[in-house]
Structures are given as structure tokens and as C-alpha cells.
């Protein structure tokens, strides 16, 4: 059962691009989660998604930033126009349908470098 | 507001010695706590988990400990071993809809062997 995916690893882009993260969740989770990780910090929650819903985007910046979860493929994590303040790590987790407080898995990351 | 906290940013502990991790919050609304771990390079590993309703658990070497009145955690690693040494991130999750961790800043234990 492969762990959750995401790539790319290491995307390198330059101010003002657009840069497109994706997430594949652990086979037979719904929830997916998107954190990012500034140096010297700890994680901070983004934004939580199903299939298809926002449930909660309360820690997403209010522009530039935004996240699906279609019906079929990957969540997509997508910050337009990119500064060299969004440089850092950003997580995936995924967890099952069911009750709250469960473990949330982690991805690799992706680690964005803006120039 | 840091509403949960990790005062020691680093731990030095000898090889087959107990280490102790910290963690204190101040949301009380906070139903489950969790400790990850994490190499470099790397995502988050889940350690333990406990929730609300309970004091202790423990799982092989690993043990947490839950202080409500005082808002206070601890991981208790025993013993320790070389390759335990890594950054520990406490978490806190809600409940219902309320399902994003909220994390600490991580402590970088170092097991000396």
C-alpha cells in the first residue's frame, strides 16, 4: 500500500510564476491536507479538503493561493505569481473517513525555492 | 498566538538514557495530541497519539503522558537510541470538523551514543 505521494520534490520557480503542487492520498482516504513548513518552523495548517469540498481554507493566505481535490486525480495545491516569501516546504497529509483526532499521514514534500 | 509550544528547541541525551520532550497548549478545546517525528528531507512520521479522556499511553518505547489541568504533554523515549535522533513535532486536533493538527515547533533530539 503505497504512502502518501507528492510532486513534484523540488520545483524551483522564478517571481511572479506559477507553481503547481500535487498530492496523491494513501489509497482509501477522503482527506487530504495541505501544510507548509517556513524555515526554523514548525508546520502550519493550510487548508483541508474531500473530494470535491473545502472544508476548512482558514489557514490559506487570502490571495494568490488555492487547492482542489477533484472527483478523480490528485489534490493540487496552486500559488499564482509567485514571491520569494512562499520558499519552503509544503506537506501532505491524508487521513480516512471517520472520526476526528485520528493520525494524519505525510508526504515527502515538496520543497518550492523562489528566485 | 502559538497555541501550542515547544520551549526546548534542542535535547542531548545519552544512548540507553530516558528522553523527555515537552509540550504545552493553551487551546482547551483541543481533543487529541499526537507526536511526529522527522528526518531531514522527509515528511512527518506518526509516533503516538492520545486523547483527551486519558492520562497515559504507551506504545514499545514510547510513552505520553496528558496533564489537562496544567495544559502540559510529555513524550518519554526509553531508552534511547541513536537512531531516535530527529526533530519532534507535538500536534493538537479538535474535534468534528475541526480536523487540521496544529503544530508545535519541533524539538531536534540528539542521542549520543
Known amino acids: 500500500n503505497a504512502g502518501v505521494m507528492q510532486n513534484p520534490r523540488h520545483l524551483v520557480r522564478r517571481r511572479g510564476q506559477e507553481a503547481r503542487l500535487r498530492c496523491s492520498p494513501m489509497?482509501?482516504?477522503?482527506?487530504v491536507y495541505w501544510y507548509r513548513q517556513l524555515p526554523e518552523e514548525g508546520l502550519k495548517f493550510m487548508v483541508y479538503?474531500?473530494?470535491?469540498?473545502?472544508?476548512?481554507e482558514s489557514g490559506m493566505p487570502k490571495e494568490r493561493f488555492s487547492a482542489e481535490f477533484p472527483k478523480e486525480g490528485p489534490s493540487i495545491l496552486r500559488i499564482q505569481q509567485v514571491v520569494r516569501g512562499d520558499s519552503a516546504a509544503y506537506f501532505c497529509?491524508?487521513?480516512?473517513?471517520?472520526?476526528?483526532?485520528?493520525?494524519?499521514?505525510f508526504g515527502p514534500g515538496t520543497r518550492l525555492t523562489v528566485l | 498566538d502559538q497555541q501550542v509550544k515547544q520551549n526546548s528547541p534542542s535535547l542531548s541525551v545519552q544512548e540507553g538514557r530516558i528522553s523527555i520532550l515537552n509540550c504545552d497548549y493553551t487551546?482547551?478545546?483541543?481533543?487529541?495530541f499526537l507526536w511526529y517525528k522527522k528526518y531531514p528531507a522527509e515528511g512527518p512520521t506518526f509516533l503516538i497519539s492520545?486523547?483527551?479522556?486519558?492520562d497515559k499511553n504507551e506504545d514499545g518505547r514510547f510513552t505520553v503522558f496528558l496533564n489537562k489541568s496544567a495544559k502540559h504533554l510529555s513524550l518519554h523515549i526509553v531508552p534511547s537510541q541513536p537512531g531516535d535522533s530527529a526533530v519532534y513535532f507535538c500536534?493538537?486536533?479538535?474535534?468534528?470538523?475541526?480536523?487540521?493538527?496544529?503544530f508545535g515547533s519541533g524539538t531536534q533530539l540528539t542521542v549520543l551514543p
Open positions: 479538503l474531500q473530494k470535491e469540498n473545502i472544508i476548512d
Open positions: 497529509a491524508s487521513s480516512p473517513p471517520g472520526l476526528a483526532g485520528g493520525e494524519q499521514f
Open positions: 489509497k482509501g482516504h477522503s482527506h
Open positions: 492520545i486523547s483527551s479522556i486519558k
Open positions: 500536534a493538537a486536533s479538535g474535534s468534528g470538523s475541526a480536523r487540521q493538527l496544529t
Open positions: 487551546n482547551s478545546m483541543f481533543d487529541y
